[in-house]
């Protein structure tokens, strides 16, 4: 697609619970970039994937948190054992990295609600 | 580590009227951005800015890029209903993105 697309849109999930939210890029965007955003909050930085680098998880809250990213494209975001602080809006964004610029264009975002 | 401080926190103006809103940091960035938030939407970027003492524009908005590279503002002139939203700086050295807290926006008709 032209766009940043994630999956799912809106996700309610039991305590507990291991949720995995995915994030297709766009195409030839070589970084990709995971945020965090509470309701009224910014945009806490949570992962970022350059190229293959490693990626840097500096801003990931917990060890609950994971991220992947296969073949230099999709990527995975996942919670295990979710909390209900875990509850917020999951944001991807890529961008061309390296030379191309930090121009980063977003995806709709998945909101997760843990119950 | 490194952080963005964007000010006001919340705006509420008369349609018509100029807005401006900045953001510091304590930091030295190469790379700033202005990104406009809708409700239930992803942010969407206004304005790149790669060069310190950069002025661009794009329609009614202008952002520069401090001459410290610590510090840009984004100003919006002849306020419009649909600039209501909530406005984010960025900024990154090595690509990676940190964003400030956001200013709301609020456009009285």
């Known amino acids: 697609g032209a766009g940043v697309s994630q999956s799912p849109s809106n996700k309610v999930t039991e305590k507990g619970k291991d949720v995995e939210l995915r994030c297709d890029p766009i195409s030839g965007h070589t970084a990709l970039y995971w945020y965090r955003q509470s309701l009224g909050q910014g945009l806490e930085f949570l992962i970022y994937f350059q190229g293959n680098s490693a990626p840097d998880k500096s801003g990931l809250p917990s060890d609950r948190f994971s991220a992947e990213r296969t073949g230099g494209s999709v990527s995975t975001l996942t919670i295990q054992r979710t909390q209900q602080e875990d509850s917020a809006v999951y944001l991807c964004?890529?961008?061309?990295?390296?030379?191309?610029?930090?121009?980063?264009?977003f995806g709709q975002g998945t909101r997760l609600t843990v119950v | 580590g490194q952080q963005l401080n964007q000010s006001p926190q919340s705006m509420f103006i008369q349609e018509g009227e100029d807005v401006s809103m900045n953001c510091t940091s304590s930091?030295?960035?190469?790379?700033w951005l202005w990104y406009k938030q809708d409700p239930g939407e992803g942010p969407v970027l206004l304005i790149a800015l790669y060069k310190a003492g950069e002025l661009t524009s794009n329609g009614r908005l202008t952002a520069q890029f401090g001459i410290t590279r610590k510090d840009s503002f984004l100003n919006i002139s002849a306020s419009i209903p649909s600039d209501v939203g909530i406005y984010f700086c960025?900024?990154?050295?090595?690509?990676?993105?940190?964003f400030g807290q956001g200013t709301t926006l609020q456009v009285k008709p």
């Open positions: 960025a900024a990154s050295n090595t690509g990676k993105l940190i």
């Open positions: 964004a890529s961008s061309l990295g390296g030379q191309g610029g930090t121009e980063a264009f």
């Open positions: 930091s030295i960035f190469n790379t």
